[in-house]
Nanobody
């Protein structure tokens, strides 16, 4: 089993920054990628960003240039630095880990951006 624990969410004003973290623990074999999705009220969960085991990164168009994903393999941790936050970034942010056999999800952390 794999457990993912997110931290770093909160309430911030538009234009400010937050950094999310996600620590993975448990049976960690063949991690292909880790990353983040988000889900706003009344909307479907959407991809935000990912980083592979070889440090290849991907971003949704809506966050390119504002969000940066990074990883610390030694700590099994992935970070999401979110700058220039906008009210439309308000959502529950979910960490995920893509393994060789299945994908795992964290419980989510709330990010609220006030205008």
């Amino acid at each position: 089993q794999v457990q993912l624990v997110e931290a770093g969410g909160g309430l911030v004003q538009s234009g400010r920054s937050l950094r999310l973290s996600c620590v993975a623990s448990g049976s960690l074999f063949s991690i292909i990628a880790m990353g983040w999705y988000r889900q706003a009220p009344g909307k479907e969960r959407e991809f935000v960003s990912s980083i592979t085991s070889s440090a290849t990164t991907m971003y949704a168009d809506s966050v390119k240039g504002r969000f940066t994903i990074s990883g610390d393999n030694a700590k099994n941790t992935v970070y999401l630095q979110m700058n220039s936050l906008k009210p439309e970034d308000t959502a529950v942010y979910y960490c995920y880990l893509k393994g060789a056999l299945r994908q795992y999800w964290g419980q989510g952390t709330q990010v609220t951006v006030s205008s």
